[in-house]
């Protein structure tokens, strides 16, 4: 099977580059910009006919989209690039897959919920209330690819991270090296995923794809506070305060979720998965880091 993956100089398109290195499928690996010492090739996935000609020049059977606008503040000012981005882009792609009769995997994101108030795990089939542009833009692009009549796997995932890239572990790891103290809200709770550990889960599922959304995150709960504390613990950094605070000390132009656990029951009794808890993941991330 030949499989594209677009996104692929990010985070997740990074791990997957790692765990399909022993399969037996052949992966294709797109992305907008060049990345030093990999291959990829150029591919605007907000242009039909280049994906069209991509699918067909490379007989594509399979297309993984890791790629997505994730800057949350900033698509508040730039909606048109994040709609386009978020919500075109994957209409495209699964059109491009209906085509030729193959399926798209495609990552989206808790911030599809958040606007009403709930603690339980959000499930599949909960309906989506997203708080900002972001969200929005991802849920459009969820709606598109059901309305393209292709098949297709849909993963929600939240808190991502991994060696590659920007995100959480970075940022934190910077902040208690070079700060005396800093300050973590503690009033938004999810669970935190790892990169690599989602990477293999999408093989997995493209051994046997079985249509429809899923959720997907590592198991366990915590705050962002949590997590940055654990970070702290595990890298051995002990100098630097940690405090926790509400959300209002640090104004944003959106509103995030303030309970975005994700219930991974479908997940795991589909494809069987045994899914690690965050902190152990959390762990191997730093190892490999």
Not at 126 to 139: D, I, M
Not at 148 to 163: K, P, Q
Request: glycine share 6%.
């Amino acid at each position: 099977m030949n499989i594209l993956v677009t996104g692929s100089n990010g985070q997740l398109g990074n791990e997957l580059r790692i765990v399909s290195d022993k399969s037996e499928h052949t992966f294709i690996f797109t992305d907008i910009v060049q990345q030093p010492g990999v291959d990829t090739i150029i591919l605007d996935i907000t242009n039909f006919a280049d994906i069209q000609r991509i699918v067909a020049e490379y007989h594509i059977d399979a297309i993984i989209n890791c790629a997505a606008y994730t800057n949350v503040e900033k698509a508040e000012d730039d909606s048109e690039l994040a709609e386009r981005l978020n919500s075109l882009a994957p209409k495209f792609l699964a059109q491009a897959m209906h085509q030729v009769g193959g399926i798209l995997i495609h990552i989206s994101t808790d911030y599809v919920f958040g606007k009403e108030p709930y603690n339980t795990p959000c499930k599949e089939e909960q309906q989506g209330t997203p708080t900002g542009v972001y969200g929005l833009t991802k849920l459009h692009g969820e709606q598109n690819i059901i309305a393209s009549g292709c098949n297709y796997v849909i993963i929600r995932t939240a808190w991502l991270y991994s060696e590659f890239g920007k995100n959480f572990v970075k940022t934190i790891l910077n902040s208690i090296s070079s700060k005396p103290e800093i300050k973590v809200v503690f009033d938004q709770v999810g669970t935190p995923t790892y990169a690599f550990d989602l990477a293999q889960v999408i093989m997995r599922i493209v051994e046997n794809p079985v249509c429809g959304i899923y959720h997907y995150s590592n198991q366990g709960v915590c705050s962002w506070y949590d997590f940055a504390k654990m970070i702290a613990e595990l890298s051995g950094n002990a100098t630097c305060r940690i405090e926790p605070c509400h959300s209002a000390e640090f104004p944003s132009k959106v509103v995030r979720p303030s309970y975005s656990v994700l219930d991974k029951s479908k997940i795991i009794k589909t494809y069987g998965l045994e899914i690690p808890y965050w902190v152990d993941s959390l762990k191997r991330c730093l190892q490999n880091g």
